[in-house]
């Protein structure tokens, strides 16, 4: 059977399934976990992908400070770390996607004192605020070019 699969467990994800999405991996809601804890990861907790695997923000935080998320350390004999942080992304809450979505319907193309305005009252920074405002333009402009 053709289809996506889970990239945790293999099985193939139902048009139904609830998923969530990192990168271009695709999991069932409840195998999204933690791969060096297994605990599952919550809407709108921050989470790192090292290496296709997830990481809750407390254990990518100890591999980061530990430098042991590879044979190599990643680090140069002065002590540097050569290879850059992963960011840690950021998942929404239904409450935030909510004022989001709603703001998106009202101006796609926010000014900075909208999207401040908007920041504080999803409690996200303005910079996430605005890449949100950026990629569903960029997801509108696709799907309305695409029929």
């Known amino acids: 059977m053709f289809g996506a699969k889970c990239s945790k467990c293999c099985r193939t994800i139902a048009a139904s399934d609830w998923v969530r999405k990192a990168r271009d991996l695709v999991f069932h809601l409840a195998c999204f976990s933690c791969d060096t804890c297994g605990r599952q990861?919550?809407?709108?907790?921050?989470?790192?992908?090292?290496?296709?695997k997830v990481m809750c923000k407390i254990h990518y935080m100890d591999t980061?400070?530990?430098?042991?998320?590879s044979s190599d350390d990643g680090c140069s004999s002065d002590g540097y770390?050569?290879?850059k942080s992963k960011r840690v992304r950021t998942t929404f809450t239904e409450e935030q996607l909510q004022v989001l979505q709603a703001n998106f319907q009202i101006d796609s193309n926010p000014d900075g004192q909208d999207l401040e305005r908007i920041a504080q009252l999803t409690g996200l920074?303005?910079?996430?605020?605005?890449?949100?405002?950026?990629?569903?333009?960029?997801?509108?402009?696709?799907?309305?070019?695409?029929r």
């Not at 980061?64 to 998320?69: I, L, M, P, R, Y």
């Not at 920074?125 to 695409?146: D, L, M, P």
């Open 41 to 52: 990861l919550s809407t709108g907790e921050q989470f790192a992908l090292i290496d296709d």
């Open 64 to 69: 980061v400070e530990d430098g042991s998320n």
């Open 81 to 83: 770390n050569k290879n």
């Open 125 to 146: 920074s303005k910079r996430v605020t605005q890449v949100w405002f950026q990629n569903s333009r960029a997801r509108q402009k696709k799907h309305t070019h695409g």
